[in-house]
């Protein structure tokens, strides 16, 4: 296992953790708030949904240095690494679905290249 690779997957972690919540919230997480046309069920559904997103991208980034530590427990880079694949290509999906180009999502680059990262620290 290549702890350099994992080491660098943490600060991706923890980089795309802070645009998520600190470029994000802003541009995202305020105007949904102040959206007064969708319906209260579903604006809070959404709001809690981007906050397991805030969550989630702060313990992917202390879950990788858990293993860069502990080199000896590859099996949670694989859930990890499948699950930020996994997550790319739900990026990629809904932006299309919108009509968008994948990459106007950040969440679309930053999850691949931490899974990328994760991936091939377990090979190189």
């Known amino acids: ?9 943490v ?13 994000g919230g802003p541009r995202v997480a305020e105007p ?6 969708l319906p209260v ?3 809070w559904l959404n709001y809690y949904c981007w906050h397991i997103t805030t969550i989630y ?17 590859p099996e949670l880079v694989v859930f990890l690494s499948i699950l930020n694949v996994a997550l790319a290509i739900l990026s990629t999906a809904v932006a299309i679905k919108g ?3 994948p990459f106007r999502f950040p969440s679309t680059s930053l999850f691949t290249i931490v899974a990328t990262l994760g991936i091939f620290s377990l090979f190189v």
């Open 1 to 9: 296992m290549q702890v350099c690779l994992l080491w660098a997957a």
């Open 11 to 23: 600060v991706m972690s923890f980089i795309t953790f802070a645009i998520h919540t600190f470029v």
């Open 32 to 37: 949904l708030l102040k959206n007064t046309s």
């Open 41 to 43: 069920a579903s604006k």
């Open 57 to 73: 991208t702060f313990l992917m980034g202390w879950a990788y240095a858990y293993v860069a530590l502990n080199p000896n427990k």
């Open 99 to 101: 009509n968008i180009n």
